[in-house]
């Protein structure tokens, strides 16, 4: 997952694996100021061993990712999905760390480490009536990992019903492998395949490869960890993108600009040059936003574009955080970075409902709460 720092928090987490599920006590979270900003957290459910992902299902309810391999519905805490026996659970960084319903609602795509051999493997699960069928679960790709951690493993379905696949340079530090830069790897990219005929495990996009030395199912190059990401509709993408020990980025452009962009890693660490002074030549996507490794900020941890009326201060904002540091920002190109609240909790990831409603997963706390605003 995030980062090799990540590793210290999860070790510290049980793998209460025969752990049961409970209802939550009904309390709140607010941040550690005087007078309790119109912006809390209340909890929605807690006792989650490493919770990641928040996704809406089929029928519109919030489920979130347990990194051990299960799905779990957060409105009654029943088990949605288990794939434990698929699943490694033996490293802070690998696990199940991604799942997308398919545009069409007939089948959930699961993103995991196999336990065979600890590949990045992403998987079709048919859904007979809105419930995952194990049994008919079918192969899409695999990506070999080198190293442990920079796992990456966020999939989504874009605008344009194909699925993109976020995945880290293969981990160590500093890309030693030089994955990032190298196309013809799938690590460290951004990956775009078309899933949607089943009969195969996928086809490959009209207009790839983007270059002719790419491999074809190659869409964007240059990161880390891309720590989530997503769309807002059909205009842009966002990125976060994971740092390596100065800087924590934020991309966000045009979806008609992604295919064939290079973000840079490993070349250069959010806007600092690291193979000396000419990275402005080389034709790469600079970040809109970084900030550095200060005031206990670490590892940034991607969020959503927030679409509910109901959070009047956030409605079509672009939200995220700091995994360390428990921050939450805003990004908005007019006013930059700025603070929405401050949490004493490890933020693994954003998520929301069909309704809108965004929640916020607490790894270290194994908690998941929801995001509300006061009148």
Request: proline share 7%; glycine share 12%; aromatic share 8%.
């Amino acid at each position: 997952m995030m980062k090799q720092l990540f590793g210290w928090v999860a070790v510290l987490l049980l793998m209460s694996g025969c752990q049961r599920l409970v209802s939550a006590p009904a309390r709140e979270y607010h941040s550690p100021t005087v007078t309790p900003p119109p912006l809390r957290l209340q909890l929605v459910r807690s006792q989650i061993p490493k919770p990641g992902l928040i996704f809406a299902l089929p029928d519109g309810s919030a489920a979130v990712i347990e990194q051990r391999g299960q799905i779990i519905v957060l409105a009654d805490g029943r088990v949605w999905l288990d794939m434990q026996a698929l699943v490694d659970q033996n490293s802070p960084e690998r696990g199940l760390l991604g799942a997308a319903i398919s545009p069409d609602k007939t089948a959930v795509f699961v993103s995991y480490t196999r336990v065979s051999d600890y590949a990045t493997v992403v998987s079709r699960v048919p859904l007979r009536a809105g419930t995952p069928d194990l049994n008919d679960i079918t192969f899409v790709i695999a990506i070999p990992q080198p190293f442990a951690n920079h796992n990456g493993g966020h999939i989504v379905f874009g605008p344009d019903g194909l699925l993109y696949i976020g995945t880290g340079d293969g981990g160590s530090g500093n890309d030693p492998l030089h994955n990032a830069q190298n196309p013809q790897s799938l690590l460290g990219k951004i990956v775009r395949i078309d899933v949607r005929d089943s009969r195969v495990a996928y086809t490959i996009p009209t207009g790839q490869p983007v270059h002719q030395d790419w491999l074809p199912e190659l869409w964007a190059i240059g990161l880390r960890n891309p720590w989530r990401f997503g769309f807002d509709g059909q205009s842009q993408m966002f990125i976060a993108d994971v740092g390596q020990s100065r800087t924590e980025e934020l991309n966000v452009l045009a979806t008609t600009q992604l295919g064939g962009a290079n973000f840079g890693w490993s070349i250069r660490e959010g806007n600092d040059c690291l193979v000396g002074d000419n990275c402005a030549l080389l034709g790469m996507t600079g970040p809109v936003m970084t900030y550095p490794h200060s005031d206990g900020r670490c590892s940034i941890t991607g969020g959503l574009y927030v679409t509910n009326p109901a959070l009047p201060s956030l409605d079509g904002v672009l939200i995220y955080a700091d995994f360390c540091a428990g921050t939450i920002y805003r990004y908005d190109r007019m006013q930059g970075q700025t603070t929405v609240l401050d949490t004493a909790i490890h933020i693994s990831s954003f998520g929301s409902d069909g309704a809108g409603r965004v929640y916020v997963a607490d790894y270290d706390g194994g908690q998941v709460y929801e995001l509300v605003e006061d009148s």
